[in-house]
């Protein structure tokens, strides 16, 4: 819908910072579970991560959309292909349909997922299958990729780590050969809807499976990414629209650092370090260059201008 598309090209274009890790937003969404070769909206967007998922065994679930603008994949369940009574009865004699029966297969092939309470055991966990259940790892890959690149002090553009998370896979088109058997809505109707899926046509359309290890190396590789630096400052004039900021966040190791402030032209604006942080005044209207160095020799160059208060914050 218009609202949606609106409310995802506001964070795409909006969110982060350049002078933090990332600047811009990466939406991350699942495929979608139609077994239709492309994934569905808003995942198919081209500034999305469109995510598909997979078996235990590599294999793309019998669910999932795959193909055009799928662009990675996670563990998300199977349920229909694993689900088996004999491996779950123990006592053949024993009724399938008794509770520790019925709660074993819907815990077969699926994903522990938290769920509300009204649709779980009280315990707001519970077993879930689906695009959806893949779709969180990638978020909390991507994620961990992004605090990495934090601790680094790097910075990226949104299109460059959705690229390095993208890449940065174990394939699994070597896994996708030969037939894949399975029971179609197994738990309501049983084994009696067999189907068969030829895993080849999903090769080079489900992406590569997710990977934190590799994407860790990536924004770790010195190639990657670019030094985030201290930001240039934006104030009005007087005490009550001073800007404060932490120098630690643009100096690797930061934290055990003590910092020096230069400001050219001190009568345009003042400037002190308290506590660990830099704060900033403005004295009259005007910009002037100014520098911070660490106690470990970096220096970092930026621009300070101060403007008429506006509304308290200094911006026009």
Not at 55 to 72: E, K, L, P, Q, R
Not at 227 to 239: D, H, K, M, Q, R
Request: proline share 5%; aromatic share 12%; net charge negative.
């Amino acid at each position: 819908c218009p609202l949606e598309k609106a409310s995802l090209d506001y964070f795409v274009y909006n969110a982060g910072s350049p002078n933090g890790p990332i600047e811009g937003g990466i939406p991350i969404f699942s495929s979608g579970n139609e077994y239709a070769p492309a994934a569905g909206f808003p995942g198919a967007a081209e500034y999305c991560i469109s995510v598909n998922s997979i078996a235990g065994d590599y294999t793309i679930s019998t669910f999932s959309n795959y193909g055009t603008f799928s662009d990675i994949a996670a563990p998300g369940g199977d349920q229909d292909y694993y689900f088996d009574y004999v491996d779950i009865r123990e006592d053949g004699e024993k009724d399938p349909s008794a509770p520790e029966y019925t709660a074993a297969r819907g815990a077969v092939g699926c994903v522990l997922s938290t769920l509300p309470p009204q649709v779980s055991d009280d315990t707001c966990y519970g077993y879930m299958e689906g695009t959806s259940m893949a779709c969180p790892h990638v978020s909390g890959v991507a994620a961990l990729g992004l605090s990495y690149a934090a601790q680094l002090r790097k910075h990226f553009t949104a299109a460059e780590f959705r690229k390095l998370i993208v890449e940065s896979v174990t394939p699994i088109d070597e896994y996708l050969t030969g037939d894949k058997k399975y029971y179609h809505y197994v738990t309501d109707l049983g084994k009696t809807y067999p189907r068969i899926i030829e895993l080849s046509q999903y090769a080079g359309k489900s992406g590569g499976l997710v990977n934190a290890d590799k994407l860790l190396a990536a924004v770790e590789n010195e190639s990657a990414g670019t030094a985030v630096s201290f930001p240039n400052i934006y104030l009005g004039i007087g005490e009550e629209n001073k800007v404060i900021e932490t120098p630690a966040r643009y100096f690797v190791n930061g934290e055990s650092l003590t910092y020096t402030l230069t400001i050219e032209n001190t009568a345009i604006a003042s400037g002190k370090i308290e506590n660990g942080k830099a704060v900033f005044t403005g004295l009259a209207e005007g910009a002037t260059p100014a520098s911070i160095k660490a106690s470990n020799g970096e220096t970092h160059s930026f621009n300070i201008t101060v403007r008429k208060s506006a509304n308290g914050s200094g911006w026009l």
